[in-house]
């Protein structure tokens, strides 16, 4: 597990505030077939780790992990 520092936190949580609509790029997760590129999302919160948690249009709640998806 990496561990986010500080200020990485504090940049993502301003870069990423609640509302904020994101499209997905690159998701790193062989299983997924449902969120695609093009995939568009609203953000929720940041958590303390540093994943992004989302609402996705299409329904899913899967959470992004910056340095591992786009």
Do not use: F
Request: net charge negative; with cysteine.
């Amino acid at each position: 597990m990496q561990v986010i520092k500080e200020w990485q936190l504090r940049q993502l949580r301003e870069q990423y505030p609640a509302g904020t609509r994101v499209e997905l790029i690159y998701m790193n997760d062989p299983y997924n077939r449902k969120l695609v590129p093009g995939c568009q999302v609203t953000v929720r919160w940041v958590d303390d780790m540093g994943t992004i948690h989302v609402s996705w249009d299409c329904g899913s709640s899967l959470g992004l992990i910056p340095g591992e998806d786009d």
